[in-house]
């Protein structure tokens, strides 16, 4: 459990007030958000933010192991173990019986194997999940992530103080982002892809160059990679067994962000169980966990669609890149950005704006297109 999850660990400011995190825990409160084009061109983001409103970064490490000891002071017990596999119950309200390998510290770095009997399965065992395997839940496209989480000398941290980066190109990724996020005392850099997964090395290469004049002089302290959901698993729920978070597949296009999701679903699921089964009094079935599933579709499916068709249209070449950034610039197109994120509602849109922001991204596309077809005759 001393593992720290790879992640830039921007969280949105509504995740601060629903799972009531003390606001120690999070190291920037960032204010700022610069989205730079294949050209280098930045334009500032967070113009529209109100004076309490931020996007909080924290570090992993520490997110977890608050969230962890307070399940525990709630009356979970936390065990320190590898979950290996699970046999299904062999009747109707049989129990799960659960094997895996417990660090207890007495038994060395295999650990010792145990078993465990329990009525639900809420896997939440992230991308590579074991349960989803165990369910034979079927696979998930997915991306590669890599992050270096670099020391920059004190003066350029200033810098980055309450100030996010996001980096588009198709040097930094040709189907994501890069990004410089601010840390406690330190400066996260990283970038995706799905499509081009063996070169994720140059492609870190080429955000940290981005970067440069900006983290001059800094020592990389940490290197991380991990894989990161495309889109949901075909089977999410079987019998008595949920999958929720990274395992189930929730995490968003375009931003890559799956903290919220993973803590919601968690908590959605755990709901599920409880109202399912009279808190505790008779046992779940299939069905109770279904109406899990049904409210997360109907709550974020909109999210997800919308975010998958910006990936698709502004993330597949430079040209279409500018124009995304171009349209940032727009102080409509930021507080709707924000008002999403921040709150995890699709914001409600004024028709006018909204009419003006279609006129203008058709502007920007055609723009982008016509450098695009200037760029290929030179
Ligand atoms: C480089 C990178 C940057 C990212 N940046 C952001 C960001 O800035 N903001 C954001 O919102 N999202 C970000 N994400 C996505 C985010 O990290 C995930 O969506 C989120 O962590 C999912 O949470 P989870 O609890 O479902 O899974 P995880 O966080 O992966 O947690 C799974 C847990 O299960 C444990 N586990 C796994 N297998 C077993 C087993 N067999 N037995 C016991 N335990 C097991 C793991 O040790 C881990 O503790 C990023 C991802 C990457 C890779």
Redo the contacts with the bound molecule.
Sequence with gaps: MD?A???????PLCMVGEFDLPLDIIDRRVTKMKMISPSNIAVDIGRTLKPHEYIGMVR?EVL?IYLRDRAAAAGASVVN????KMDKPVEKDAPYVLY?NAYSGKSGSTGERVRIEVDAVIG???????VAKAIDAGEYEYAI???ERIKIPDEKMKYYENLAEMYVGDDVSPDFYGWV?PKCDHVAV?T?TVTHKPDIKKFQLATRLRARDKIEGGKVIRV?????PEHPRPRRVSERVAL????AG??TKCS???????AKS?RMCAEAIVEGSGNGRRMIDEGDLRNYIKKWDSTYWPTYKVLDVLQKVFYRSNPAREAFVEMCSDEYVQKMTFDSYLYKKVAPGNPFEGLKLAVNTIGSLVRANALRNEMAKL
């Design positions: 593992n999850k790879p992640c830039g660990g921007a969280i992993r977890d173990g590898l979950f290996i895996y939440a065992d992230g991308a590579n999940s074991r992530a890599f992050q996020f990283g995706g991380e990679a991990h894989p990161i929720v978070g990274d395992a929730y995490v890559g962000e799956g903290i919220y999701f993973a968690g």
